[in-house]
C-alpha cells in the first residue's frame, strides 16, 4: 500500500520556526515529485511548494517563498519542508503529497499524507 505520513507539526511562536517530514512507505519515492500543501480551517487547499523527483526543480507559493524550502532525501526515504519567519496566518493542517516525476496540478497528485498539524500561536 502507497502511504505518505508527515511529522513534525506543532505549536510554535510567530517568528519561529518548524521543520516538517513526510516519509513513504510501500513505493520509493525516487522517481516521485513532493508537493506540500495546507489547509486551514474554513478555507480551501494551498498548494505551497513542489519539488520535482531529482531535486533539479524547485516551485513555491507566493504566500511562503522565501520563508518555506522544500528539500528531499531519497536515500532515507523522507522529504522535508523548513518553515522559518511563520505567522499566525501559517496555522494550518499541511500536507504532503507525491506525483510520479513532475510537479503536478494539485488535483493530479497520486498519493497524499494524512497531515499535521501546524499552529502559530504566542
Known amino acids: 500500500q502507497l502511504k505518505l505520513v508527515e511529522s513534525g507539526g506543532g505549536l510554535v511562536q510567530p517568528g519561529g520556526s518548524l521543520g516538517l517530514s513526510c516519509a513513504a512507505s510501500?513505493?520509493?519515492?525516487?522517481?516521485?515529485?513532493i508537493g506540500w500543501f495546507r489547509q486551514a480551517p474554513g478555507k480551501g487547499r494551498e498548494g505551497l511548494a513542489c519539488?520535482?523527483?531529482?531535486?533539479?526543480?524547485?516551485n513555491y507559493a507566493d504566500s511562503v517563498k522565501g520563508r518555506f524550502t522544500i528539500s528531499r532525501d531519497n536515500a532515507k526515504k523522507e522529504m522535508y519542508l523548513q518553515m522559518n519567519s511563520l505567522k499566525p496566518e501559517d496555522t494550518a493542517v499541511y500536507y504532503c503529497?507525491?506525483?510520479?516525476?513532475?510537479?503536478?496540478?494539485?488535483?493530479?497528485?497520486?498519493?497524499w499524507g494524512q497531515g499535521t498539524q501546524v499552529t502559530v500561536s504566542s
Open positions: 510501500g513505493f520509493s519515492l525516487d522517481y516521485y515529485a
Open positions: 503529497a507525491a506525483h510520479y516525476l513532475s510537479c503536478p496540478e494539485p488535483a493530479n497528485y497520486d498519493v
Open positions: 519539488i520535482t523527483y531529482n531535486g533539479g526543480s524547485t
